[in-house]
């Protein structure tokens, strides 16, 4: 198991060759490998979200797609069709881009609902239905999608359907001077962002790794104390004013789930409440649905959880 969580956090320093700052954004999309989730990736453009996802598949052993989600997308394209071969004369299946191990769905809210509703059997079951029958898809299977949060023009947004499916969503912010510096620096020195091979980017982790990983994390202890404070969390947040839908049993879920793969990762062998605090934010924050008029009065969901989180009480 040691080597199954050397290989892990292998995997940061690999992606920190490419990608300059948001190490929550990587740990986070490590934890998602680590729980089978998916994870959903926000940020302006321009701040490195397609390159953190890239060097990530570049450091894996796996297979990886990417789907460039436009407005005439339509569902076949990402799950597959059935073709008609002229020269046997029969119909065959033929695979779409959702049959990998790493999908990269580039600015998901940038295709209409009948193409993001393809995705969510795909996300809830790991398996595509066509024509009447179902169709396993590989293991590991872990989506990856990214958007942006400031342009709404010819974009659709996700519906809570599907946004629950995401295990955590991550924010990624403008970097800091000194990290800017460091990507201006790296860039000065020859660095293509095409190219991550010549960056030093090489696979450190596969689905063996993965497989021990998850093993080791299903052995993680959680005591009643954590569960309970888990569950106080969100239930605090569906008894709001400023809330119209809290947090779900099925994000309280994913909220120990991670919490148990970063203790495992912290190296410990069982969770407390501060890893269920550190977790909180990227896990919930998606699942929370604020009022129109509260977020008039600039209400956000991680205001709320900053809220629910300094005024649950934390077990000791």
């Known amino acids: 198991m040691q080597d199954a969580r050397a290989a892990l956090i292998a995997l940061r320093t690999e992606v920190g060759k490419a990608v300059v700052g948001n190490d929550a954004a990587v740990t986070g999309l490590i934890l998602a490998l680590l729980c089978r989730g998916h994870v959903l990736l926000e940020g302006v453009p321009g701040v490195a979200k397609t390159l953190l996802v890239r060097a990530l598949a570049a450091s894996l052993d796996l297979k990886t797609t990417r789907v460039q989600f436009t407005p005439d997308l339509m569902p076949g394209d990402v799950t597959g069709s059935i073709v008609y071969d002229a020269h046997s004369g029969e119909f065959s299946f033929r ?112 689905a063996a790794e993965l497989a021990a990983a998850r093993e080791a994390v299903a052995k993680v202890t959680v005591g009643p104390e954590v569960i309970g404070y888990v569950v106080d969390l969100c239930r605090a947040t569906r008894e709001l004013p400023a809330v119209r839908i809290g947090v779900s049993p099925r994000g309280a879920t994913a909220l120990l789930a991670v919490t148990r793969a970063w203790a495992w990762l912290s190296g410990r062998d069982y969770a407390t409440p501060d890893d269920v605090k550190a977790l909180a934010r990227p896990a919930l924050r998606h699942r929370l649905d604020v009022r129109p008029e509260a977020e008039l009065e600039g209400v956000t969901a991680d205001g709320v959880l900053d809220r629910v989180l300094a005024s649950v009480p934390v077990p000791r």
């Open 95 to 206: 695979e779409g881009p959702v049959f990998t191990n790493l999908l990269l769905a580039d600015e998901i809210n940038r295709t209409p609902p009948k193409t993001q509703s393809s995705l969510l059997e795909a996300m809830e079951e790991r398996q595509v239905s066509i024509d009447g029958t179902s169709r396993p898809l590989p293991d590991p299977f872990v989506v990856v999608a990214t958007q942006n949060p400031v342009e709404y023009e010819g974009t659709y947004p996700l519906p809570e359907a599907q946004l629950d499916r995401f295990l955590l969503k991550l924010t990624m912010l403008a970097p800091s001077r000194e990290d800017e510096i460091g990507i201006l620096w790296r860039h000065a020195q020859g660095f293509d962002p095409r190219n991550l091979a010549a960056a030093g980017v090489r696979p450190v982790a596969g």
